[in-house]
């Protein structure tokens, strides 16, 4: 008998229905391996406009031309953020409320990008491609910053639609965004020597926070020995990506007059600014060719997919492919699915907050919650507001190095008991009920449905033993089994 596609589309994708068959082992490896040799067909079907359609009440006309606008155009973010700027300027002259427009800058893209990304992983197929594109969001992190997030929907679906190309290709689209643009702090990075500078057009210096983030956590990490006078060379070569927002200009701009002229060197190499922003794709291809970057993006890649500790074996596999294939991305993915389709099939790996409340609601044929948001209180109406409380949501995280991905992170009492409440409400609250839940709610799971998710004979019988057929579906949702695919 062949084996289904149970487990691994809980360890590399987001689950199955309960109500639907299963498929087999093999058809979802194909799928997957489609997925990545053909891309075309995820990465132009954006979903948006339905999506838009669908949600909740407190969107207008105005609101969802917007919000398209600023997913799919990287300047509409810009322009959009201007407005909003300016917006605020005129509250506080005024001395009117600022609610509504905190609101409009901060609350709804990040509720925007949580929501597509909820349909996506949801209410589609492509669970492997989805995968990835959540290890990237946290690979390439923004939060807010500089009034950026009118930038995140756009950086995300940016990420969506590259991530199936070359890693220096990917990485030059991720630090030159206008969302990690303004997070790190390279909107005002002036070189000493630069125009600028020398003119007194502004008192800016340096910063180097983009740059110390591209070599310490997209490409060579610290393991690489790199010095701080690469991190300056490496500054130096960022200076005058910026974006621009005055005079009626809102774009995103590489501005020679606040770049540092002359020759940089960067672990040893030296680049010549004279092309301009040529300058930085030449040390990103370069910086994306090492070996140290393929060891990092290859151990991330593992740690996301197979093991919080990975096995040396599996990260030499995948750093000797992405060598082999000059850092094309598409092989790497392939080979990992090679990897995955070999493993032992344990429960083994914790579910961060975000994969587990997406193979929640395909569990239980539950629609993602389409709540707008009004305000920054908890409404479990919205899915941006669910991933807040459970403490994954991509836009709000504190570091730029992500969120973890290891258990230990998220095996706490008071993580724990956050995913408690919510498996509560489910086939309670009323956006949180189907077909599904009114099912067990009225008969209680099955035992097929349990051996499903690999849990335990024990695991299984605590289930089936509880009072309320409707606890049936806490107990199994917060059991050690479906914590962990």
Not at 203 to 228: F, I, K, M
Request: proline content about 4%; hydrophobic content about 35%; charged content about 25%.
């Amino acid at each position: 008998m062949a084996k289904t596609a149970d487990w691994i589309s809980r360890r590399a994708g987001f689950g199955f229905s309960l109500n639907d068959d299963p498929i087999s082992e093999s058809q979802w490896f194909a799928r997957a391996r489609q997925s990545i040799s053909k891309p075309r067909n995820y990465t132009s079907n954006h979903r948006l406009k339905p999506l838009l359609e669908s949600a909740g009440k407190g969107l207008s006309d105005e609101d969802k031309k917007t919000y398209s606008g600023i997913t799919l155009g990287l300047k509409a973010g810009i322009v959009y953020r201007a407005q909003l700027w300016r917006e605020e300027e005129r509250l506080l002259q005024e001395n009117k409320k600022l609610q509504q427009l905190m609101i409009d800058k901060s609350v709804r893209p990040i509720w925007l990008s949580t929501y597509r990304r909820a349909d996506f992983c949801v209410n589609t197929d492509a669970d492997f491609a989805n995968r990835l594109w959540l290890f990237w969001l946290n690979y390439f992190t923004v939060s807010e910053s500089m009034n950026n997030l009118p930038c995140l929907p756009n950086f995300q679906e940016m990420i969506r639609t590259n991530m199936f190309g070359s890693m220096s290709d990917l990485v030059f689209k991720a630090v030159t965004h206008p969302a990690m643009i303004l997070y790190l702090d390279n909107q005002d990075s002036t070189g000493e020597n630069s125009r600028a500078s020398k003119e007194k057009w502004t008192d800016n210096g340096t910063n180097e926070n983009l740059a110390r983030e591209t070599l310490e956590l997209y490409t060579v990490t610290p393991s690489n020995g790199y010095t701080q006078d690469d991190v300056n060379g490496m500054t130096n070569i960022l200076t005058g990506w910026r974006v621009v927002d005055w005079d009626n200009i809102n774009e995103l701009r590489f501005e020679k007059d606040y770049h540092e002229p002359g020759t940089q060197t960067v672990l040893g190499k030296k680049y010549n600014s004279s092309t301009g922003k040529g300058q930085l794709q030449r040390v990103l291809r370069d910086l994306t060719s090492m070996q140290d970057t393929a060891k990092h993006l290859a151990f991330r890649l593992c740690q996301h997919f197979i093991a919080d500790h990975p096995a040396p074996d599996h990260v030499t596999q995948l750093a000797k492919i992405y060598l082999k294939h000059k850092g094309k991305l598409a092989p790497v993915y392939l080979g990992l699915l090679d990897i995955l389709e070999n493993l032992e099939q344990t429960n083994d790996k914790f579910l961060n907050p975000e994969i587990w409340v997406y193979q929640t609601l395909k569990a239980f044929d539950i629609d993602v919650p389409n709540g707008v948001p009004r305000n920054w209180n908890f409404n479990p109406s919205g899915i941006d507001s669910v991933l807040r409380e459970l403490g994954l949501l991509h836009g709000e995280a504190q570091q730029p190095n992500g969120w973890p991905e290891v258990e230990q992170s998220w095996l706490s009492n008071e993580y724990l008991d956050r995913r408690l409440r919510f498996g509560f409400i489910i086939g309670r609250h009323y956006n949180y009920t189907s077909v599904t839940t009114e099912t067990v709610k009225n008969n209680g799971l099955r035992v097929e449905q349990l051996q499903r998710f690999n849990l335990s004979p024990h695991t299984q019988n605590v289930i089936l033993g509880s009072q309320l057929p409707i606890q049936q579906i806490v107990a199994l949702l917060c059991s050690p089994g479906f914590l962990r695919s």
